[in-house]
């Protein structure tokens, strides 16, 4: 087909056999209709039909995720979800540059073939790769963590916002997006599988009455555990938990919903700090340390 228009070209360029410069172009403008503007109609609908079919396949695998039958709790639905669209995604677009290489006149079947050849060249190459997609598997399979959580991955702390087949997509607190390759994630920490503890660290000054002190951080606790839904267990305080020669740092914990351990603490603290001022209990001028 292309060696025709060139072909027509050439001639246009140097007329023979009385063909004019005219009708050699009329004849290149009606190989362009013939040939080329089909194909870019056909592309067009194969783009379209590819986006069709992948927002059919997401429908139906969600429709189906929602049914009874799976027993699945919702953060393991969305991450099935999110890996069935990049499978989904991987196939369809494989599919539609097959259909638009065929349609162009290319032998797919050499091509492939060739590929196949070709791919003993490049499977050291591509181990990284498997090593990203098995690891992603593994991933789920193993339901380590799901779209939804808050981890910390290789010591990046974040959402997951989705798990690919080679990649895991965290959102940090501050916005950003850490992608991290599935075969170079090494120690996970799921924050969001457990009830957490939200720790307390208050310091007062040697010279401060101990018990008074305890009795006021105390009855902060339950101040708190009125205010926040988010309490849901025992709060404590457990004591002197070190000395030194400028304070005393005694410890209280809260039990609390997955993830909220760091709203709880602010609250803790606001409401420890207002208790022991009412109850006339001195603080250290340096050194306080309000961070668990």
């Given at each position: 087909?292309?060696e025709?228009?060139?072909?027509?070209?050439?001639?246009?360029?140097?007329?023979?056999?009385?063909?004019?410069?005219?009708?050699?172009?009329?004849?290149?403008?009606?190989?362009?209709?013939?040939?080329?503007?089909?194909?870019?109609?056909?592309?067009?609908?194969?783009?379209?039909?590819?986006?069709?079919?992948?927002?059919?396949?997401?429908?139906?695998?969600?429709?189906?995720?929602?049914?009874?039958?799976?027993?699945?709790?919702?953060?393991?639905?969305?991450?099935?979800?999110?890996?069935?669209?990049?499978?989904?995604?991987?196939?369809?677009?494989?599919?539609?540059?097959?259909?638009?290489?065929?349609?162009?006149?290319?032998?797919?079947?050499?091509?492939?073939?060739g590929?196949?050849?070709?791919?003993?060249?490049?499977?050291?190459?591509?181990?990284?790769?498997l090593?990203?997609?098995?690891?992603?598997?593994?991933?789920?399979?193993?339901?380590?963590?799901?779209?939804?959580?808050l981890?910390?991955?290789?010591?990046?702390?974040?959402?997951?916002?989705?798990?690919?087949?080679?990649?895991?997509?965290?959102?940090?607190?501050?916005?950003?997006?850490?992608?991290?390759?599935?075969?170079?994630?090494?120690?996970?920490?799921?924050?969001?599988?457990?009830?957490?503890?939200?720790?307390?660290?208050?310091?007062?000054?040697?010279?401060?009455?101990?018990?008074?002190?305890?009795?006021?951080?105390?009855?902060?606790?339950?101040?708190?555990?009125?205010?926040?839904?988010?309490?849901?267990?025992?709060?404590?305080?457990?004591?002197?938990?070190a000395?030194?020669?400028?304070?005393?740092?005694?410890?209280?914990?809260?039990?609390?919903?997955?993830?909220?351990?760091?709203?709880?603490?602010?609250?803790a603290?606001?409401?420890?700090?207002?208790?022991?001022?009412?109850?006339?209990?001195?603080?250290?001028?340096?050194?306080?340390?309000?961070?668990?």
């Open positions: 087909m292309w025709q228009i060139y072909a027509r070209y050439v001639a246009s360029i140097v007329p023979s056999h009385g063909e004019t410069l005219s009708a050699a172009l009329q004849d290149i403008g009606v190989d362009v209709l013939v040939y080329v503007v089909p194909r870019l109609i056909l592309a067009v609908f194969l783009f379209l039909l590819a986006r069709l079919t992948m927002r059919l396949v997401h429908r139906m695998v969600a429709g189906f995720l929602r049914t009874n039958a799976v027993r699945m709790d919702q953060r393991r639905r969305d991450t099935m979800a999110t890996l069935t669209d990049n499978v989904v995604r991987y196939v369809v677009y494989f599919v539609l540059v097959v259909m638009l290489l065929s349609s162009l006149g290319v032998h797919v079947e050499a091509i492939l073939a590929a196949g050849i070709a791919g003993l060249s490049v499977g050291l190459a591509a181990q990284g790769m090593k990203d997609v098995i690891s992603g598997f593994s991933i789920l399979f193993e339901d380590q963590f799901a779209v939804g959580d981890v910390k991955i290789n010591n990046v702390t974040g959402t997951v916002e989705s798990i690919g087949l080679r990649v895991t997509r965290l959102k940090t607190w501050t916005g950003e997006i850490e992608i991290i390759p599935n075969g170079l994630i090494g120690q996970v920490t799921n924050y969001s599988r457990a009830n957490a503890v939200a720790v307390v660290d208050v310091p007062i000054k040697p010279t401060a009455d101990v018990d008074a002190a305890i009795a006021a951080i105390y009855k902060a606790l339950e101040e708190v555990r009125k205010l926040s839904a988010d309490v849901i267990g025992e709060v404590k305080v457990m004591g002197v938990e000395m030194h020669h400028r304070d005393i740092q005694l410890r209280a914990t809260l039990e609390c919903r997955p993830t909220t351990q760091w709203a709880v603490q602010r609250l603290r606001y409401h420890i700090r207002k208790a022991l001022a009412e109850a006339g209990i001195d603080w250290p001028e340096e050194g306080m340390d309000w961070n668990a």
